[in-house]
Each structure stands twice: as structure tokens, then as C-alpha cells.
């Protein structure tokens, strides 16, 4: 392991990050410290450990992408258990992680070689299906050399099942199943929230800009946070929703206990995949989400790097090239391949002003580096000079992919839209579904801001909470919401 100083921000004004107490993880060999409410992929990238992962086949080396549980890159073996999301467990002490698949360790892979002694395919699949004996050597290899991680230390106790009803159920708790959860309770509905992070608010825990008169999307999470008890909302965090089953309930797992949750209503409000940029070399570890930067910054203060380049020039991206500075990061320029910029143009002629460059027309052509980042070539498309920035970040933007996986699962019809940024669930105004009992809601229905979101959420809430306690004041509100 590439051991560097601890890249954790001590000091910006008052925040304090809300780590918790310091811990210590037991890493291939090593001690590293970390904190109790920290993911362990932010702790193991807090102590320089750029690699978290390995490809299945290639045994290419990955890095964290989202820190939303999308992406997969963090998984890990963690105290004896593999394919662990890491982005989604909480740090303990004596906690014991281990990167996996890897020979010797996932640092220094040497099966990395597969790599550049195939390098445009390889189909085992399709190689030595005769004789039998030499195939069945090579199958028995590539279950040794590809794959997920081993089994367990020991068996997994059966989990104990419960059984749980409610009215109305929200899945997803970023800004619109926010929304949606409040909106149900407060028409008459006994409302259960849902998500699969050990905190509410999705993307919001990392958004440093004001919103809706709030500070920014923190603050604007505890506004929502003391709604929600207020309005007596029952939330359940680090709930993995397994799926939707034809008897009619959905099922969680958490805590070691099998939930299945029959509603009246369900509202999904999973949000979106960040989807990664589309070039050459474009999973070496040092290249994010725009949304992952910011949550590692902002929520957790962990420097990323020591030079980043922001593919995209919206609002978020903007608002990374002046913060990052602040930060110990230094911004090498803003890239887009189109002509003008997306977000605030006075914010963007300030950041030019303070000598970094905004290159627009242009498109990321290759990432530089073996085992991690150096830097991006750019090219411009009108046919001019390409531009090599060196960077060991890059925080690429680009719109989101809808979560459609469970619509489809409770019957919802989908379909493919470019225009949304992928396949996507079908629904009225109010989000209802071909299966009039479940709404889609938020991100699910395309990118949006973090306030639109939150509106398609409340149309959503509101509907479905309609439906079990009929009231004509909600019906109006519901008639609004829609209608703006």
C-alpha cells in the first residue's frame, strides 16, 4: 500500500465533520486511523489508499467512484465477510478490511497481467472447449483468478423475520423520499421511511451551497430531519430493500433481521446512478463523481488529491473549483464539451479571473496512468491543439442514470429515454405507476435539483396518501403542486 499523510481537513471554522470518536482499522498488515461515524471508504481513502477494489477479469485497478452505493467499486472483505459495500459501514474499532481477488494483495495485483497479455479480449468462455480435461483445468483456473472475493470466515446466523405493515411506504431517503415521507404523515398516513445509508438526505449530505434559506444542504437535511419526527415518520436506516415479491411485500434486510413490509402504498424514491465519464483509462483510481467529491470534501473532509480537474461547468461543479482551494486542492481547470457554461456565468468568470482555465468545446480524450491518475488529455472539437492537464483527481459530472430496478419489479412499465439518461419507470403527473398501488418519484423521473426533487416528491406523497384518506384540502394542494 502507497501510504501518504493523513489527507483529513482539521481545520475549517467550526466544522468538525461529525467523524466521531478516533478508532482504529486493521488494513492488510496495517494500523490506520479512523472515526466512528466514517465510512470505511472514506477512511482508508483518508489514509491513502487511492485502490479500493479490483476488476473482476482484467484485475484492472478501481477506485471509489460515487460514495453513494452505486457504483460497487469499494467493495471489500470487512471483519471475515466479503463484498462488502465500504462506502455504506460505519468504522469500528479493531475492525478488520481486506481489499480481495488479488495476488498478493490489491495493491501490487501481478494478475494484473491479464491485462496487457489480452489486450483486446478474452473470451474463456470460448477457449480449450475441447478436450474436456484442458477445459476443465481452465475453468477451475478462472474461478481461482476471477470473481468476487472468498466465501466467509463462518456461516451467517439465519436472520430472524419480521413481519411489518403500513399505510404508506417510502423508499429512498434523499431529498424527494424526504419529501414524499413528510407530505404522506402529514395528510393522515402512517408513514415508514426507508434507505439503505446510514444517514438521510442522499447527495445533500455533500452539497455546500444555500438552499431553500438554509446554509446549505446539511442544514437544510436537519430542517427536514426535525419535520419528519415531528410528523411521526418512522425511519429505518442501513435497510437494504432486497426487492418486491409477487405475494405482495417488499423485503428489507438490516441489523441481521429479514423485514417483510407490506404497504398500502409505496412511494420509490431511489434516485440515480452517477454514471462514470465515457474515455479511455477511465476507471483509474482518482477519477469521481462530481457528487463523490463533494460528499468526500464537504461531508467528510477528506482532500481527494492534490490536483483536480472538474469535467462540467454547472452549479456543483462551480461551486467545487472555488471550495477546493479552500481545501488544499488545487483546481487545474473546468472542461466541457459544450459551448457555454451551464451554471452561474458571473461565478465562472470569477473563477477565470483567479487564473483557472474554463475549457469549453472540449472533450476528455484519455486518462494517463497505470496503477492511478497523472492526468487528462483534452480535446477540442472543433479540430484545434489538445491540452494534457496533470491531475491525480478528475470529479466528472454528467447526468445521472434513473434507478428503475424496483418500478419494474412491482410491475411498473419501463422504458428507455435518452433524454433521462437511460431506462426509466413511466408514471402520471403524481408519479403513479402501471401499478396504481406504487409511485416513482425525485431522481427516478429524470435529473433535477435537489428542490425539484423534493417537489416531485411531495406530489408523490400526497398522492399516495390520498388515496387511503380522501380530503379535499390535500386533493388541492395535490392540484398545485402538479399543476407548477
Known amino acids: 500500500m502507497s501510504r501518504i499523510h493523513d489527507r483529513r481537513i482539521y481545520h475549517?471554522?467550526?466544522?468538525?465533520?461529525?467523524?466521531?470518536?478516533?478508532?482504529?482499522?486493521?488494513?492488510?498488515?496495517?494500523?490506520?486511523?479512523?472515526?466512528?461515524?466514517?465510512?470505511?471508504?472514506?477512511?482508508?481513502?483518508?489514509?491513502?489508499?487511492?485502490?479500493?477494489?479490483?476488476?473482476?477479469?482484467?484485475?484492472?485497478?478501481?477506485?471509489?467512484?460515487?460514495?453513494?452505493?452505486?457504483?460497487?467499486?469499494?467493495?471489500?472483505?470487512?471483519?471475515?465477510?466479503?463484498?462488502?459495500?465500504?462506502?455504506?459501514?460505519?468504522?469500528?474499532?479493531?475492525?478488520?478490511?481486506?481489499?480481495?481477488?488479488?495476488?498478493?494483495?490489491?495493491?501490487?495485483?501481478?494478475?494484473?497481467?491479464?491485462?496487457?497479455?489480452?489486450?483486446?479480449?478474452?473470451?474463456?468462455?470460448?477457449?480449450?472447449?475441447?478436450?474436456?480435461?484442458?477445459?476443465?483445468?481452465?475453468?477451475?483456473?478462472?474461478?481461482?483468478?476471477?470473481?468476487?472475493?472468498?466465501?466467509?470466515?463462518?456461516?451467517?446466523?439465519?436472520?430472524?423475520?419480521?413481519?411489518?405493515?403500513?399505510?404508506?411506504?417510502?423508499?429512498?431517503?434523499?431529498?424527494?423520499?424526504?419529501?414524499?415521507?413528510?407530505?404522506?404523515?402529514?395528510?393522515?398516513?402512517?408513514?415508514?421511511?426507508?434507505?439503505?445509508?446510514?444517514?438521510?438526505?442522499?447527495?445533500?449530505?455533500?452539497?455546500?451551497?444555500?438552499?431553500?434559506?438554509?446554509?446549505?444542504?446539511?442544514?437544510?437535511?436537519?430542517?427536514?430531519?426535525?419535520?419528519?419526527?415531528?410528523?411521526?415518520?418512522?425511519?429505518?436506516l442501513g435497510a437494504e430493500c432486497l426487492g418486491r415479491y409477487r405475494e405482495g411485500f417488499w423485503a428489507f434486510y438490516a441489523d441481521g433481521a429479514l423485514t417483510l413490509l407490506t404497504p398500502r402504498r409505496t412511494v420509490l424514491a431511489t434516485g440515480a446512478y452517477d454514471q462514470p465519464p465515457l474515455f479511455p483509462n477511465n476507471d483509474l483510481p482518482g477519477i469521481f463523481s462530481t457528487r463523490g467529491v463533494s460528499k468526500l470534501v464537504h461531508r467528510w473532509g477528506v482532500r481527494p488529491g492534490d490536483a483536480c480537474l472538474i469535467l462540467g461547468v454547472d452549479d456543483l461543479a462551480l461551486s467545487l473549483a472555488e471550495r477546493l482551494p479552500e481545501m488544499g486542492v488545487r483546481v487545474v481547470g473546468l472542461a466541457t464539451e459544450a459551448r457555454q457554461v451551464a451554471g452561474d456565468p458571473d461565478r465562472a468568470e470569477k473563477i477565470r479571473g483567479r487564473g483557472v482555465p474554463i475549457f469549453l468545446g472540449y472533450r476528455a480524450a484519455r486518462a494517463r496512468g497505470a496503477l492511478r491518475l497523472k492526468g487528462l488529455r483534452l480535446e477540442p472539437l472543433d479540430g484545434g491543439e489538445p491540452v494534457d492537464a496533470p491531475c491525480d483527481v478528475v470529479a466528472a459530472g454528467g447526468p445521472p442514470a434513473p434507478s428503475w430496478e424496483l418500478a419494474a419489479q412491482a410491475g411498473g412499465n419501463v422504458i428507455y429515454d435518452a433524454a433521462r439518461g437511460g431506462f426509466a419507470a413511466t408514471c402520471d403527473k403524481t408519479g403513479r405507476t402501471a401499478n396504481s398501488d406504487v409511485f416513482v418519484t425525485g431522481e427516478m423521473l429524470g435529473a433535477a435539483p435537489a428542490l425539484t426533487a423534493a417537489a416531485r416528491g411531495r406530489a408523490a406523497g400526497l398522492a399516495a396518501a390520498l388515496d387511503l384518506h380522501p380530503d379535499e384540502t390535500v386533493a388541492a394542494e395535490l392540484r398545485r403542486t402538479t399543476e407548477n
Request: glycine residues 12%; charged residues 25%; positive net charge.
Open 12 to 236: 475549517q471554522g467550526a466544522n468538525d465533520f461529525g467523524r466521531g470518536e478516533p478508532v482504529r482499522l486493521r488494513f492488510e498488515g496495517y494500523r490506520l486511523r479512523a472515526y466512528a461515524n466514517e465510512p470505511v471508504a472514506v477512511a482508508l481513502l483518508a489514509n491513502g489508499v487511492r485502490t479500493a477494489s479490483r476488476s473482476l477479469k482484467f484485475h484492472r485497478p478501481r477506485g471509489v467512484l460515487c460514495l453513494g452505493g452505486r457504483c460497487f467499486s469499494c467493495l471489500a472483505r470487512v471483519d471475515g465477510v466479503p463484498n462488502v459495500r465500504t462506502c455504506r459501514v460505519a468504522c469500528r474499532d479493531g475492525m478488520t478490511v481486506r481489499r480481495e481477488s488479488a495476488v498478493p494483495q490489491a495493491g501490487c495485483d501481478v494478475l494484473r497481467a491479464f491485462d496487457f497479455a489480452f489486450p483486446k479480449s478474452l473470451e474463456y468462455h470460448e477457449m480449450f472447449t475441447r478436450p474436456a480435461p484442458v477445459n476443465k483445468m481452465l475453468q477451475r483456473a478462472v474461478r481461482v483468478f476471477s470473481g468476487g472475493g472468498d466465501l466467509p470466515d463462518r456461516a451467517a446466523p439465519a436472520p430472524a423475520i419480521r413481519e411489518k405493515a403500513v399505510e404508506v411506504a417510502v423508499i429512498g431517503g434523499g431529498p424527494a423520499g424526504m419529501a414524499a415521507a413528510l407530505t404522506a404523515a402529514a395528510a393522515g398516513a402512517r408513514t415508514l421511511l426507508v434507505d439503505d445509508a446510514p444517514e438521510l438526505g442522499g447527495h445533500l449530505v455533500g452539497w455546500p451551497e444555500p438552499l431553500d434559506g438554509f446554509a446549505d444542504g446539511p442544514a437544510w437535511i436537519q430542517a427536514q430531519l426535525a419535520a419528519l419526527d415531528k410528523a411521526g415518520v418512522e425511519v429505518a
